[in-house]
DNA sequence: CAGTAGTATTCGCATATTCGAATCTTCGTG
DNA sequence: CACGAAGATTCGAATATGCGAATACTACTG
């Protein structure tokens, strides 16, 4: 588990996620569908600038639309991530804070590299 | 909760975890605590770089660490927010298309804006 | 005290992100 | 068909982020 190419996707969607216009973005559609023009209103953004989040949202799959005559009406594709963002965003999490000699005790005897294998390389 | 400023505080935090080399970083520690040498090596990554994150980490409140002589050894300090980060991250949210109908019902009868209300400003 | 291992910090560059302005397309209506 | 409204796309500039190199700092050890 030392290979942080398998994070890649994790931490893609994670900083997609992480960009106020887009969260309220999907705290709104998350009530209801709505289209451009609503959320515009609704959040004081330029409409250009929602386009450009609802477009990163779309490619990561997790809102999609239809059209309704010249409108689109946005919705989360992936109710159950946005719920669960929602909660991990909005709970509170607090410190836990170790002893040093809970921390020493639970590093192992791993003291420093003196014993080091040159590894794989 | 059409002020984007509450979401803020939330997007800074998405945005920090949303870095592969933290997200790993994050996994190892959760499973012990390690001293940075020890990352460094777990991770293949330039010590520089690893102190780096982990300073962001520990601004962020979400790892802290104890001296043990010359060694600095990082623990979780929220494990209740890492563990359900994982728990994101790591499950599968399936996509639950909507029909053109159901979105249309369920957005309601907001058409377009031409009926809309100076709402509360 | 000199040397060294462990770690942090600073600096500078390369790359990525964000956003507004402008433009383009499409649909509906008269 | 002309026009206007809804929305997407492109482009460029400002800002932010990531990382390596170099360096500084500190606590041990001899």
Known sequence: ???IRQW???ADLLR???HPVRLALLEGL???PKCVTDIQDLLAVRQANVSQHLAV???AKIVDYHEDGNLRCYYILRPGLVRDLMRLVGREYPCKARTPAQ???AAGARRSR???QPATA
């Open 114 to 116: 003196s014993s080091a």
């Open 103 to 105: 921390v020493r005790r």
């Open 8 to 10: 890649r996707e994790a």
């Open 1 to 3: 588990m030392s290979d």
């Open 16 to 18: 997609l996620l992480g």
């Open 57 to 59: 949202l779309r490619q």
């Open 30 to 32: 998350s009530k209801a």
